[in-house]
Nanobody, 123 residues
Framework: QVQLVESGGGLVQTGGSLRLSCAVSGRTFNQYAMGWFRQAPGKERVFVAT????????YYSDSVQGRFTISRDNAKNTVDLQMNSLKPEDTAVYYCAAREGSTSGDAGRYDSWGQGTQVTVSS
């Protein structure tokens, strides 16, 4: 397993932008597909975006497609989530996750998780 630490959350107005970052420990980062998930109060954790180990393949949930971009830097062991045109419904705790193998939108397929970072979008 690897250790993950998210950063970059905060409070932003509707229409604003935030960039989340996830720092991953371990020398085998380039063997892991990475994902971002979010959990709003009283709701289940849901898929946001995922990126393959090489960075060539990306998938997004319908709710963020066209507004969010996932990227990774295998030299720095980081994966980022650029969030633009933020809406109040994007308010949630955002989690970074890692899994060996291919991309997945299923949280149950991820082996390692960060502690989460709060994103709050005010209307």
């Amino acid at each position: 397993q690897v250790q993950l630490v998210e950063s970059g959350g905060g409070l932003v107005q509707t229409g604003g932008s935030l960039r989340l970052s996830c720092a991953v420990s371990g020398r085998t980062f380039n063997q892991y597909a990475m994902g971002w998930f979010r959990q709003a109060p009283g709701k289940e954790r849901v898929f946001v975006a995922t990126i393959s180990s090489s960075g060539r393949i990306e998938y997004y949930s319908d709710s963020v497609q066209g507004r969010f971009t996932i990227s990774r830097d295998n030299a720095k062991n980081t994966v980022d989530l650029q969030m633009n045109s933020l809406k109040p419904e994007d308010t949630a705790v955002y989690y970074c996750a890692a899994r060996e193998g291919s991309t997945s939108g299923d949280a149950g397929r991820y082996d390692s998780w960060g502690q989460g970072t709060q994103v709050t979008v005010s209307s």
